[in-house]
């Protein structure tokens, strides 16, 4: 859409024609023209609306009726009797031409009156909404049991009702030049960082998509900078995670029609971190330590059992290698392409039974799991080790509370995976050196990605393996130590 | 941070160059959990015990043997080995060895320490592998029996071994330090085959009740570098006792009273405290027990109950442990052998002496006596605490 400066005209006819013009007759676009019965002085006004998205009872009942019972109009000041007659709590006076179209796709109500050059926008916006319900992908067991929906408003004022300060600002701003998406900041005024906040303000104004359909398309956009699988921002759709990192000084993002709430800063700790642990007994639970483990375990383990069986066999024990070798007798692959071609086919499986109509899955299971898993071991296509350690792989990546950061790891265990079929563990040792250093330099906004671990902050610390009593981690606000390397770098 | 992605780079190019040659699919290659050596003219006589994965777990495609013995002879091991590999389809993989068999025959001829350079320094076999010798067979027969219950033969000898005690088995480097050790001989366990050797060489072995199966029967003496006698199991055993740990054996001693047996079961056993004291020509070596045990097989009289008979049990147990070490003493004195290592205790309490007789130090062991205090401790006297007569 081009920028229209132009203030409207004082006819109404010529801005109808406008508006028309502009939405390319759309057949939701209703024009409805009013004369109301004055006894004194005249009025003309057309009232404007987009039928899809406008709310007609409110239109009728609360701008229809009052202007056509109202008996008299002043003649020097016919916009401010109007404001006064409508029953609708959020009216503005808009005087230019593009703001009447942004209103109206807002699904504002525009009166035009005859012979002025303002009109009245009255918010009647009746968005189709679903109600609130569970959150799906991040479940719990213990604590609130409400979910993000896709209207933003509700979502901020879901935030609201956990977090009841006056601190609790709301920035919002529109992007997007087709699609118009309203995206808000949210933060409490007195903890945020000012830098990492002005940092990701003139990042979000500085988007220059065209069209913004889901959060995740801001994410990308302001983390286009740093080249990793990791995500920088953490995704939540939970209100109760979302006032938790805010009251912890972060700023959440929220985009209209997505349900995914974006966080940032995010650190690399943090996406271990599930809301329960905050809600069960944690001194005593692994919970936390289980998450760590596995996802790290979910890395090494096919590079391990390739490496071991491939290069260090004196490594493994000597009942274990006459099991190994006695399976691999008469298996046609190597190992190493037995493994690619397991963790391939595991993607595919995992790629498919999302998407599939619920009256297939149980037909896909019994040929992915038995058919395709049991017989090929039966069939002598493959080893049943290699099965069992590619499984297992898949089943410890699940652990994880947030899903995109387990999905990170599915290339990097590709490339541990050459890597130990060429060098062994010489390999493994050499791609480790290479992911720790790359996570080493990652930043999110300015906060280290492995804060507080590195650098080290003590005092964040009890928060980050294990979650220590809440009297001692919540009165204490954690400080991810920022990294002033970069900064001074961004500096000179 | 762009270096850390080129030294990534470089150090993957260059490991190219140095990267290991000895990448093989467990189906390429061909292990072996035992290795025998015996004495041939002018070399060694190699055999290869090599495991047939196929026929042990999983399916049997083909109905052969789960092991395969290979064997060789050869100025040097290596070059016996090499001809191994010329006969087999695989690449011969060492390191997951467990046994070194050592044939009687070559030990007697004094060639133990050869051997244990070799493997220390050999990069294929591992040096924690458990040696062990034979007595009246050679290696390569004993290799070649099927073993009835681990079925395969080399982790049945590991695993009899390891049962008894870590100080029964010796590694490599275990005789290693020994031989270096100034006033200790060298001990070996041996194992004896029971039963004929051609049968136990048919897999018939494996389906009758009273098979060919191996024994453990002792410690094998050396003298110096010389294999010089066999030393039965029940002696071994006390051999053992005074060496450090070593448990789940029996004591049998007479009871107080009559010449009734009973049976004490050692569960855990300590010694402490080896001090030496010299009274004029003689050598007196004090040794501190510590036993924990059971009473299990009673048939003495006496009422358990009563505190005072198991101190009389307690004194019968210390005189049979006394009568024992005096005569694995009297085994080693007849062949001027120290496996105890009380050379060494003198070495290491009274370096002066010990400089003096270093050079006659076996022949003066005549004069040694050993003198042994035993802490006895019965835990479970059973349930019956007499015997109602």
Partial sequence: MKKNEAKISKSVIDNVTFIQKSFHSNSDLVVRSVIPPLTEGSLELSIVYLGTIADKVTIQEHIMRPILQMKTISSSHPIGDITNTIEVSDIQVVSFKDAVIKHLINGQTILLLEGMDHCISADTADWKDRSLSFPQLQRSVKGPQIGFTEISNNNISLVKRYVKNPNLVIEEQTIGDETNTS????FLADKVDSEI??????????????????????????????????????TTERPDVTSGHILEGKIAIFCDGSPNVLIAPALFIQFFHSSEDYYEKSLFELSRLVRIFSYIISIYLIPMYIAFTLFHQELIPSELIISLASQRQMVPLPVVIEVIVFMLIFQVILESSIRLPTGITLAF???????????????????????????????LNFAVPIQPFANAIKMIRFIFVFLASIFGIYGIMLGTFVLVNHLCKLNSFGAPYLSPIAPVHIADLKDTFIRMPLKKIINTPKKYTKDDYIKKQKNE | MKYLYMLFIILSISSIFFSQGDKHELNKTSFSFA??????????????????PGAISGEIILNNSPYIVYKATGKTIDSALEKISMNTSRSLDLQQ?????????????GKIKDIIEYILHSTDIPSNSIIVTTKGNSARELLEIFSPIEGISSLEISNTLNKLGKKVSKTANDIKVDLIDDGKDIVVPYIELKGDAKKGGEKKNL?????????????ALFKEEKLKSFMNYKDSLYLNLLYGKSSGFIIESSCPESEEKFAYKVTNSLAKKK?????????????????????SQYNCHLNLENPETSNQIEKQV???INNKTHKVLEHTKEHEMDPLGLGQIISQQDPKTWNKIKGDYPALLKNAEIKVNSHITIQNVGNYKSRGD
């Fill in chain 1, 183 to 186: 995206v808000s900041l949210m």
């Fill in chain 1, 197 to 234: 906040l002005d940092n990701i303000r003139n990042k979000i104004q500085s988007i220059q998509l065209n069209s913004i359909l889901d959060s995740s398309y801001i994410e990308e956009m302001i983390c286009e900078d740093q080249i990793t699988p990791f995500p920088l921002i953490l």
């Fill in chain 1, 365 to 395: 299971s019994i040929i992915g799991t038995i058919i395709l898993g049991q017989s090929a071991a039966d069939a002598g296509l493959v080893q049943l080790t290699t099965l069992v350690i590619v499984s297992a792989t898949y089943v």
């Fill in chain 2, 35 to 52: 290795i025998g050596i015996d004495y041939a003219k002018g070399g060694y006589e190699v055999s290869l015990q090599l495991i047939n």
């Fill in chain 2, 97 to 109: 060895e467990q046994i070194v068999l050592l044939g009687e025959e070559l030990l007697r001829k």
């Fill in chain 2, 207 to 219: 389906e009758t009740t009273e098979p060919t199966h191996f024994a453990f029967v002792g410690l």
């Fill in chain 2, 275 to 295: 001090e030496y004291q010299k009274e004029e020509d003689k050598y007196i070596f004090h040794y501190d027990l510590y036993l924990k045990g059971d009473i």
């Fill in chain 2, 318 to 320: 210390k005189k049979s």
